[in-house]
């Protein structure tokens, strides 16, 4: 896969889009592996005795997802100098169907040897990341 | 009892170094949904210069958590867990994690507000390697939601 070129990149244009679907399981899988075992990410009494309107994904994860959509656009994870978000809106998983989270990710800003992309994170409709940017180094 | 406008400015003990593991970095790679080969195969990696597979960019909160359960823990904080929402996050890289890194981590509090009955802590976790090299800046904005 060959790298993007900077030169060639224009603001507003949009280098990636994808659609993530979550699962209860996913949420399992994520709090094995980062460590964070906050039963409100897999426990449905749990999440409502704290007025929750159910299980919630971690933030983290929902902010792990959606870099990838640039990663695999830069081709290696390296170029990804700095990452940041904001959380908005929580990421409700219902236990049977699940829950769709999509990404667009488009470029935001061209800066000395790095693009800065904007990502826009939905969740039914609504956006759950504010001002989610991601500084690759293209030089 | 209400956040500890004290806390400014601390500076932590080190946590005690994190050895980045191989199998670690592909569990957490497949969690995050990533797919890209240099996540997962050392030649891959190496291919492309690294010396062993990348941890995905969030990686680092795995670290950056030993040096937050501190923070929380820390007796005079007035931080009650079960209050805390992350407001947000951010990662500053001067090179990727990889396996094999032996990672050290700091945890500053840059800064505590407060909004109402509501406080804002932000706490910087600065990562070295063996060397003592710069890896990675994580940063965190709390809110500890007070009494409305």
């Given amino acids: ?139 | 009892m209400p956040v500890n406008p004290e806390l400014q400015g601390r500076v932590f003990p080190s946590a005690p170094p994190y050895l980045v593991g191989l199998e670690k970095v592909r569990e957490f790679s497949r969690a995050v949904f990533a797919t890209n080969p240099i996540h997962f195969e050392t030649d891959a990696a190496a291919a492309a210069g690294h010396a062993g597979v990348v941890a995905p960019p969030t990686f680092a909160v795995v670290v950056q958590e030993q040096t937050l359960a501190q923070l929380l823990s820390e007796p005079d904080a007035g931080i009650d867990f079960s209050r805390v929402v992350h407001g947000d996050q951010r990662f500053r890289f001067s090179r990727p994690i990889v396996a094999g890194d032996e990672l050290t981590a700091t945890l500053t509090v840059t800064s505590v507000k407060t909004l109402g009955p509501h406080a804002m802590v932000t706490a910087e976790s600065t990562m070295v390697d063996a060397s003592g090299a710069h890896v990675v800046t994580a940063t965190s904005t709390l809110v500890v939601r007070g009494d409305e």
Avoid: C
């Fill in chain 1, 1 to 139: 896969m060959s790298t993007p070129i900077l030169d060639e990149l224009t603001v507003g244009d949009v280098i990636a889009e994808r659609e993530f679907s979550l699962t209860r399981d996913s949420l399992v899988r994520y709090a094995g592996a980062s460590g964070d075992f906050n039963p409100i990410h897999y426990r449905d009494d749990v999440a409502a005795s704290v007025g929750l309107p159910g299980v919630l994904a971690h933030g983290m994860l929902t902010m792990g997802f959606a870099v990838q959509p640039v990663v695999d656009w830069v081709g290696d994870p390296a170029r990804v100098v700095d990452y940041s978000v904001k959380f908005t809106r929580p990421v409700v998983v219902d236990p049977q169907d699940g829950a769709i989270v999509t990404v667009v990710a488009t470029v935001g800003a061209l800066e000395d040897a790095v693009a800065r992309i904007d990502l826009t994170v939905s969740f039914d409709g609504k956006t759950v990341l504010g001002k989610a940017q991601v500084r690759v180094a293209l030089g």
